[in-house]
């Protein structure tokens, strides 16, 4: 016969005690655990609270409405993964007009790094665009290579026109032929996460938009 240790037993027990209490507030077994750090502790600063990245997304959902609410031609909304994601979640259950969208990949980031090393386009373009208004929608617009990139491929394609919404803007680093027609915010030139953005990955979950601390990705 299987015999338990007492005294194992006895802190099995005391274990899933905890977990069950923790989990009653809302804290899974494993961050109750400290297996998932909490992401908190990696922003040094939130730039752009949720309620005004909502307020704004508002704003932008209006003005693009206003672009397109006349035209003949239908819309295809671009989306650029996976910065996009939330961006796009939140902007196009706002758009009151009719739409079709199609998700491409860009790569410009090879893991953990922060310096984009040019861009290009994973996989096939399939997007429904020739004879269609198109919006490109993007999470930063920085050195400007994935923009330039996409419209310049999406252009050859056909389609009435093509526009471009990126949630922020680095100013300070975007070069003169490439423009945003639709812009959320303009942000310092700090590498941020959040909403959608991410570093290696990561904190694309974190509801505002914050400056990572820099100690985090100096080595890579
Ligand atoms: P660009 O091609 O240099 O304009 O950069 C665009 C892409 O780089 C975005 O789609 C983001 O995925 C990424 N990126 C640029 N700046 C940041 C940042 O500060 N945080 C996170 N991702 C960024
Ligand atoms: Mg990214």
């Not at 989990?23 to 309620?51: C, H, M, T, Y």
């Not at 704003?59 to 035209?71: K, N």
């Not at 650029?80 to 994601?85: M, N, P």
């Not at 803007?169 to 310092?188: L, S, T």
């Amino acid at each position: 016969m299987l015999r338990c240790n007492p005294l194992l037993g006895k802190r099995l027990h005391r274990f899933w005690q905890e977990v069950g209490f923790l989990r009653r507030f809302g804290v899974s077994a494993d961050a109750a655990r400290g297996i998932i750090p909490p992401v908190d502790d990696d922003i040094e600063r939130i730039l752009i609270p949720r309620e005004r990245i909502a307020r704004r997304v508002a704003e932008l959902a209006d003005e693009i409405g206003r672009t397109y609410s006349d035209s003949a031609a239908a819309l295809t909304v671009v989306a650029i993964l996976s910065g996009s994601v939330i961006f796009l979640a939140d902007l196009m259950r706002q758009l009151p007009i009719r739409m079709k969208i199609g998700l491409i990949t860009v790569s410009s980031y090879a893991g953990a790094t922060t310096t984009s090393r040019g861009a290009s386009i994973l996989g096939e373009l399939r997007v429904d665009v020739r004879g269609r208004h198109v919006l490109v929608v993007d999470d930063i617009l920085d050195t400007g290579r994935t923009l330039r990139l996409v419209t310049a491929e999406l252009r050859q394609r056909e389609p009435v026109s093509v526009r471009t919404c990126v949630l922020l803007r680095k100013p300070a680093k975007v070069p003169p032929d490439v423009k945003a027609d639709f812009v959320g915010f303009d942000v310092e030139d700090a590498f941020v996460v959040g909403y959608g953005l991410d570093y290696d990955d990561h904190y694309r979950n974190y509801p505002d938009i914050g400056i990572l601390r820099p100690e985090l990705y100096a080595s890579a």
